[in-house]
């Protein structure tokens, strides 16, 4: 029987507080404290205190259980001010032998798309973050949002990383199945597990869609289609905050996850496997190459989500021109206050795409429009330009900018 992948992404931005053009020179929180407090307790309750509780009862009850998590840098940070025992619950977790923590850069940010050197910077940091919070050492790669590229299998290779994960679109397939391991066009080959997406986002998006003529998923039908897949494995990859958040408890998504895995591991042969453990398992079966880049997001898969009109574009060119400054700075604070502003969520804010595209970026801003998240946005980083030093080469302050260990 084919085993499962299984992977969750949990993450919270670092929301903008209301910031106008009189905050400019005079006001240097930029950051949304209450708001970011009250949702990080609202997600905590809904989702991540009952659904760690899921996965532990999971793990006691089945031994062929497994699942994985990439925790960013920023939500490990809220839930150790604001949530801790949910936090506690992570810890518990990531103890497990049949829990594995990926590696991801610390702010969930679009650091790729501007700076290799930022990249590197933030990997490292969420490396030392993760160990310091959960006490692991991450050994595969998952990057912003599946942001994949060739370019990228790269340098993660270079990392020390075992393995890298991507979206199983189209653009990188071909014709080929997403049920296999595969390797990059690297100089060693770097493995890479690919999202069966259509199976994930059954359950992300669909679940609750009383108009999807599949409505309604049982476990039965679920774990029938996973088994009607050919190949070495199923990889489903989707958002933590899926269970109890997007799909809200009263849909019977906790209930559907925990009866479908109870199912399936009643059969002979069924197992779940950690990202790890399928590299080591089976052997890659092809190289893909990703000229251009990849992502999960969105109909088109790849980066229009963050950076696909001009209002993003300039947003992300005009905050990372600040970089070198903020190096020189060698302050802890204003390199803080940069990361914070990279993170991808702010990007997706300003998306002017229409139909069902459209929809899914409002409902997750907190902004009247687009254009009011790219204006309050440009106001912060206007207010940080002002706070820097003049441009120098210096690196950043030991205190905020590590050598990445070897993975």
């Not at 290799?116 to 692991?136: C, M, P, T």
Request: neutral net charge.
């Amino acid at each position: 029987m084919i085993p499962v992948c299984l992977y969750f992404q949990v993450h919270q931005p670092y929301r903008l507080r209301r910031y106008n053009y009189f905050d400019v020179g005079r006001e240097h929180r930029y950051f949304d404290d209450e708001a970011n407090r009250n949702l990080l307790a609202t997600v905590a309750t809904r989702c991540y205190v009952p659904a760690t509780a899921l996965c532990e009862r999971l793990l006691e009850r089945h031994p062929r259980f497994a699942v994985s998590f990439s925790l960013s840098g920023t939500v490990l940070e809220q839930l150790r001010a604001w949530a801790p025992e949910a936090l506690a619950a992570f810890r518990r977790l990531a103890a497990s032998e049949r829990v594995e923590i990926l590696a991801e850069t610390s702010h969930h940010s679009l650091a790729w798309l501007a700076s290799r050197e930022e990249f590197l910077d933030q990997v490292a940091l969420h490396r030392r973050i993760v160990l310091e919070e959960l006490g692991v050492e991450p050994r595969v790669f998952r990057n912003t949002e599946l942001i994949y590229s060739d370019s990228l299998a790269a340098a993660v290779e270079d990392l020390g990383f075992r393995g890298v994960l991507a979206d199983g679109v189209e653009p990188l397939l071909g014709p080929r199945s997403p049920a296999h391991v595969y390797r990059a066009p690297t100089p060693k080959g770097l493995p890479l597990l690919l999202r069966h997406f259509r199976l994930s986002d059954d359950v992300a998006f669909r679940f609750s869609d009383r108009s999807w003529r599949e409505w309604p998923l049982t476990p039965e039908k679920y774990d029938r289609w996973i088994s009607g897949v050919s190949g070495d494995l199923v990889s489903l990859f989707m958002d933590f905050e899926t269970f109890g958040e997007h799909q809200r408890r009263e849909t019977g998504i906790f209930e559907f996850f925990e009866n479908w895995v109870g199912r399936r591991l009643a059969r002979r042969g069924a197992a779940f496997l950690t990202p790890s453990a399928a590299i080591e398992r089976f052997e890659p079966s092809d190289t893909l190459s990703a000229p251009r880049l990849l992502s999960w997001a969105d109909e088109a898969r790849d980066v229009s989500a963050w950076q696909g009109n001009d209002l993003q574009r300039d947003a992300l060119g005009k905050l990372f021109a600040l970089e070198r400054r903020v190096r020189s700075s060698g302050s802890a604070s204003l390199a803080e206050d940069f990361r914070r502003l990279s993170t991808s969520d702010h990007f997706y804010y300003m998306a002017t795409k229409s139909a069902g595209d459209g929809g899914v970026h409002a409902h997750f801003s907190p902004f009247d429009s687009p254009y009011d998240a790219y204006i309050g946005f440009m106001h912060v980083v206007s207010d940080l330009e002002r706070r820097l030093p003049r441009p120098s080469r210096a690196g950043l302050h030991p205190e905020t900018s590590r050598p990445a260990p070897r993975a």
